[in-house]
T-cell receptor, first 111, second 117 residues
């Protein structure tokens, strides 16, 4: 059973388009991270959200944590080919607990 | 920023042999490290939590006698795949927990590609 479900699993869009990736759970998380992973490399942390309703921006990327801290979204504006990769959300039940990874969203941006 | 290294980055071994993978935190001390396994086009699956000076905690379904974890110092954890078989071929990634107030964050190594022939 996947505690964190991501949707969509795959997404291929044209450069310049906008997109949103969702990360949903029935469980409450004390923190949630978003990572981007390229083939053959480890995941790279993009952002951490810890407060319900929190919104963080990282250039063209906007991250939101749901009010109930059960879900999160990642919105990319004007996607670029460099945004291509595997996007993973991951949540922790407490600051000392292990983190659980979502199922992943594979994003491909066509030039 | 916090940097985690892994060695080797790629290893090919014959079936029945053992392989050791090292995970090092380069500029910070990590009391807790994690080992993950990732199959092609899939997400990361947590194998075990490695605590410095104590036994590792394995996830359900992970054979502790096959995947030996040692965390002998605050900067080094090792994963040994014993009697490797082709089905053990995978991408193994380690991470280290942030030692400061952001202990909910982890820093990942670059991964080790293991191929068992």
């Amino acid at each position: 059973t996947q505690l964190l479900e991501q949707s969509p699993q795959f997404l291929s869009i044209q450069e310049g388009e906008n997109l949103t990736v969702y990360c949903n759970s029935s469980s409450v998380f004390s923190s949630l991270q978003w990572y981007r992973q390229e083939p053959g490399e480890g995941p790279v942390l993009l952002v951490t959200v810890v407060t319900g309703g929190e919104v963080k921006k990282l250039k063209r990327l906007t991250f939101q944590f749901g009010d109930a801290r059960k879900d999160s979204s990642l919105h990319i504006t004007a996607a670029q080919p460099g945004d291509t990769g595997l996007y993973l959300c991951a949540g922790g039940r407490s600051s000392a607990s292990k983190i659980i990874f979502g199922s992943g969203t594979r994003l491909s941006i066509r030039p | 920023g916090a940097v985690v290294s892994q060695h080797p980055s790629r290893v090919i071994c014959k079936s029945g042999t053992s392989v050791k993978i090292e995970c090092r935190s380069l500029d910070f001390q990590a009391t807790t490290m994690f080992w993950y396994r990732q199959f092609p086009k899939q997400s990361l699956m947590l194998m075990a939590t490695s605590n410095e000076g104590s036994k590792a905690t394995y996830e359900q379904g992970v054979e502790k006698d096959k995947f030996l974890i040692n965390h002998a110092s605050l900067t080094l954890s090792t994963l040994t795949v014993t009697s490797a078989h082709p089905e053990d071929s995978s991408f193994y990634i380690c991470s280290a927990r942030d030692p400061g107030p952001k202990s909910y964050e982890q820093y990942f190594g670059p991964g080790t590609r293991l191929t068992v022939t």
